[in-house]
């Protein structure tokens, strides 16, 4: 039983990469008592690699994490801010790509990440499993971790705990709760639904619509197929492949490719996806994910340049994933419960960062929880801190990840670039307005990300612990 010394009592439904960082967090606070409820049976993450920016990094090093990840990356951190390498491909192997594929998919390998430049130095690449297995082995045994424990719903009154309500008919409860359950979050349905109704109740029937399109995810239009593959099985097939030692990506008139090394080199995370631009925000009406047929898979990148044809001959089993969003959220916030990670922000994978929001999500809220001034009394200032300096900084990112996904399927400012038109033979004289449009096109997509490694999460934490 939790100590009656114990100054909070904090429960996180979620036991995900941003559920563990929260509890990481809170466990250097001895007053503060930690449950984790997931609902699984057991922590046996599955996953591709997963993409860590200075900013997050330094969470880990300040958990101590970092050391422990680094075993299984070859691939040191930079230290700092930098800027980003701009270096497009000459204008004649544009056009070679171009017209080889112009037919159809139109790919060209428009962009490349590079190990000489500060985006790709700064850069981690991890294994999903890997990286929560990290944060496990850091967990104290006072966090307590409840497996098959999905919650239901939740009842909070103004004074009194947070009762907690599972599937398999168990209850607990606690001063504070934290939805860290990811994009379908039944954390942010109970939140919200309670939302929806106090709203009608007050006669606001907008914001209580508002709050009701944020209940279930929306379909982003974009499917990815991912896959791990065997270093080896690549360098078979294509023996110096640069997916083999960094991280690139394949950009396309409607799909782009990504791949990098993880696990010290031994594999290669592979994501491919299509887009349908016209279809966000629309209802999908099929399972979100599952296994996907070899052939369509690779049907679908026939046309695509030699280096992705050996990436999809590669992959074997296949998982296609409809990408869904959360559409922005008035508020993280609500009495004493808290949205982190998916759960509050889901979105598109297109800057790499959903994780890196979750952990810092999930380190200020606890350094704003365990704060000596923070108490059963004053929550509400702490979460409103969280609150206001999170939603803000985690829309944008989403904002600017949808964005990019747009760059990358070579769409600006709303229009399609249409390289049939805007390109002529470079021997026979090019369009010198559609090479410019291309060159525009990749300064947007640096300019877009370059704030992944050019700001540091300390600010965000002064602003949130000023606020207290």
Same mark, same amino acid.
């Given at each position: 039983?939790?100590?009656?010394?114990?100054?909070?009592?904090?429960?996180?439904?979620?036991?995900?990469?941003?559920?563990?960082?929260?509890?990481?967090?809170?466990?250097?606070?001895?007053?503060?008592?930690?449950?984790?409820?997931?609902? !699984?049976?057991?922590?046996?993450?599955? #996953?591709?690699?997963?993409?860590?920016?200075?900013?997050?990094?330094?969470?880990?090093?300040?958990?101590?994490?970092?050391?422990?990840?680094?075993?299984?990356?070859?691939?040191?951190?930079?230290?700092?801010?930098?800027?980003?390498?701009?270096?497009?491909?000459?204008?004649?192997?544009?056009?070679?790509?171009?017209?080889?594929?112009?037919?159809?998919?139109? !790919?060209?390998?428009?962009?490349?990440?590079?190990?000489?430049?500060?985006?790709?130095?700064?850069?981690?690449?991890?294994?999903?499993?890997?990286?929560?297995?990290?944060?496990?082995?850091?967990?104290?045994?006072?966090?307590?971790?409840?497996?098959?424990?999905?919650?239901?719903?939740?009842?909070?009154?103004?004074?009194?705990?947070?009762?907690?309500?599972?599937?398999?008919?168990?209850?607990?409860?606690?001063?504070?709760?934290?939805?860290?359950?990811?994009?379908?979050?039944?954390?942010?349905?109970?939140?919200?639904?309670?939302?929806?109704?106090?709203?009608?109740?007050?006669?606001?029937?907008?914001?209580?619509?508002?709050?009701?399109?944020?209940?279930?995810?929306?379909?982003?239009?974009?499917?990815?197929?991912?896959?791990?593959?065997?270093?080896?099985?690549?360098?078979?097939?294509?023996?110096?492949?640069?997916?083999?030692?960094?991280?690139?990506?394949?950009? #396309?008139?409607?799909?782009?490719?990504?791949?990098?090394?993880?696990?010290?080199?031994?594999?290669?995370?592979?994501?491919?996806?299509?887009?349908?631009?016209?279809?966000?925000?629309?209802?999908?009406?099929?399972?979100?994910?599952?296994?996907?047929?070899?052939?369509?898979?690779? #049907?679908?990148?026939?046309?695509?340049?030699?280096?992705?044809?050996?990436?999809?001959?590669?992959?074997?089993?296949?998982?296609?994933?409809?990408?869904?969003?959360?559409?922005?959220?008035?508020?993280?916030?609500?009495?004493?419960?808290?949205?982190?990670?998916?759960?509050?922000?889901?979105?598109?994978?297109?800057?790499?960062?959903?994780?890196?929001?979750?952990?810092?999500?999930?380190?200020?809220?606890?350094?704003?929880?365990?704060?000596?001034?923070?108490?059963?009394?004053?929550?509400?200032?702490?979460?409103?801190?969280?609150?206001?300096?999170?939603?803000?900084?985690?829309?944008?990112?989403?904002?600017?990840?949808?964005?990019?996904?747009?760059?990358?399927?070579?769409?600006?400012?709303?229009?399609?670039?249409?390289?049939?038109?805007?390109?002529?033979?470079?021997?026979?004289?090019?369009?010198?307005?559609?090479?410019?449009?291309?060159?525009?096109?990749?300064?947007?997509?640096?300019?877009?990300?370059?704030?992944?490694?050019?700001?540091?999460?300390?600010?965000?934490?002064?602003?949130?612990?000023?606020?207290?």
């Amino acid at each position: 039983m939790p100590s009656a010394a114990k100054r909070l009592r904090v429960g996180i439904s979620g036991a995900g990469i941003g559920g563990l960082t929260l509890a990481l967090t809170l466990s250097q606070y001895p007053d503060i008592d930690v449950d984790l409820f997931e609902a !699984s049976k057991s922590l046996q993450e599955v #996953g591709a690699g997963v993409a860590v920016f200075p900013r997050p990094w330094k969470i880990l090093r300040l958990l101590g994490v970092d050391q422990e990840l680094l075993k299984t990356c070859d691939v040191k951190p930079k230290e700092g801010p930098g800027q980003a390498t701009r270096s497009p491909m000459p204008q004649a192997k544009v056009y070679q790509c171009l017209q080889s594929s112009i037919a159809k998919a139109i !790919s060209l390998w428009a962009y490349r990440f590079r190990r000489s430049s500060p985006m790709a130095r700064s850069m981690i690449t991890l294994h999903r499993a890997e990286f929560q297995s990290a944060l496990l082995g850091r967990l104290p045994k006072t966090c307590r971790i409840h497996y098959s424990k999905r919650l239901r719903s939740f009842d909070q009154q103004q004074s009194g705990p947070i009762e907690l309500a599972f599937e398999d008919g168990s209850r607990a409860t606690c001063d504070v709760l934290v939805g860290a359950d990811g994009l379908k979050s039944a954390t942010r349905a109970a939140l919200l639904t309670e939302r929806v109704s106090w709203m009608q109740s007050q006669g606001r029937p907008d914001e209580a619509a508002d709050a009701a399109e944020c209940i279930e995810p929306w379909w982003s239009g974009q499917i990815a197929y991912r896959a791990v593959i065997p270093a080896e099985r690549l360098r078979k097939v294509s023996p110096g492949h640069p997916a083999l030692t960094q991280p690139l990506q394949y950009l #396309g008139k409607r799909g782009f490719v990504m791949a990098y090394p993880i696990s010290q080199g031994k594999m290669v995370n592979f994501a491919a996806f299509t887009m349908r631009h016209d279809l966000e925000n629309t209802k999908y009406d099929a399972p979100w994910m599952g296994p996907a047929d070899k052939s369509h898979f690779a #049907g679908l990148f026939a046309d695509w340049e030699p280096d992705v044809q050996a990436l999809v001959h590669c992959v074997e089993n296949p998982l296609s994933w409809a990408v869904h969003t959360v559409k922005p959220l008035r508020s993280f916030v609500c009495g004493r419960v808290v949205l982190i990670g998916d759960a509050a922000h889901a979105m598109t994978p297109q800057q790499g960062s959903g994780a890196g929001q979750a952990l810092e999500d999930a380190y200020i809220l606890g350094l704003l929880l365990g704060h000596s001034s923070t108490n059963i009394h004053t929550l509400g200032r702490s979460l409103n801190a969280f609150d206001q300096v999170r939603r803000p900084r985690a829309q944008q990112v989403a904002r600017v990840s949808r964005l990019a996904a747009r760059y990358f399927t070579f769409e600006i400012d709303g229009v399609g670039v249409d390289f049939s038109a805007d390109f002529g033979h470079p021997a026979a004289g090019s369009n010198p307005v559609g090479w410019e449009t291309l060159q525009r096109l990749h300064h947007e997509v640096v300019k877009n990300w370059e704030w992944a490694w050019n700001t540091s999460v300390d600010e965000s934490i002064q602003e949130a612990l000023s606020m207290l």
